[in-house]
């Protein structure tokens, strides 16, 4: 059965730190790994990683795969009070099998 | 990217009865998913909705408890029969988009339907 853990559970940091949100899985014929910002109702996508090594930036998030470990993490840098949401990771072979999610309250 | 819309948003029933939500997708897409989120949890896969043909369950999901349509590759509906407070949640449809040049796939969420079973 395909499985994605994601840690921590929560996190409360203060504005202006950084963090970094881990993701781990086991994805039977991995084809990518994908993060999400929830904050209301629906998830809102964030990156999709496909390649080992390659980060990818958003501003001050960033994203990076590792396929050999089967891990991924999630950076943001100088966080604000709206980057307070769960923080989601799917790992996909043609669905998506999500983790439990990181709960990132960010305090001013 | 891909617009969704569900209805309804939200909607609170009585126990025994059943609900059915929409999901309007504003292009044509192969694939279609319904995702269950239940308080304090993650998402959670339903089904595929396959179009023409039956939707594709996941393990601890039937086709009776939650029948799903999907007549066309814009439109598809899930039904929560014979509700009880256990299948109070947030439901979600899902699209996956692929994209040419590069070649990548992306999926994309509804803005999900809170039931509320009393």
Known sequence: ?108 | SAVISQKPSRDICQRGTSLTIQCQVDSQVTMMFWYRQQPGQSLTLIATANQGSEATYESGFVIDKFPISRPNLTFSTLTVSNMSPEDSSIYLCSVEVRFQLPTYNEQFFGPGTRLTVL
Request: hydrophobic share 35%.
């Open chain 1, 1 to 108: 059965e395909d499985k994605v853990v994601q840690s921590p559970l929560s996190l409360v940091v203060h504005e202006g730190d950084t963090v970094t949100l881990n993701c781990s899985y086991e994805v039977t014929n991995f084809r990518s790994l994908l993060w999400y910002k929830q904050e209301k109702k629906a998830p809102t996508f964030l990156f999709m990683l496909t390649s080992s090594g390659i980060e990818k930036k958003s501003g001050r998030l960033s994203s990076i795969l590792d396929k050999k470990e089967l891990f991924s993490i999630l950076n943001i840098t100088a966080t604000q009070t709206g980057d307070s949401a769960i923080y989601l990771c799917g790992g996909s072979n043609y669905k998506l099998t999500f983790g439990k999610g990181t709960l990132l309250t960010v305090n001013p």
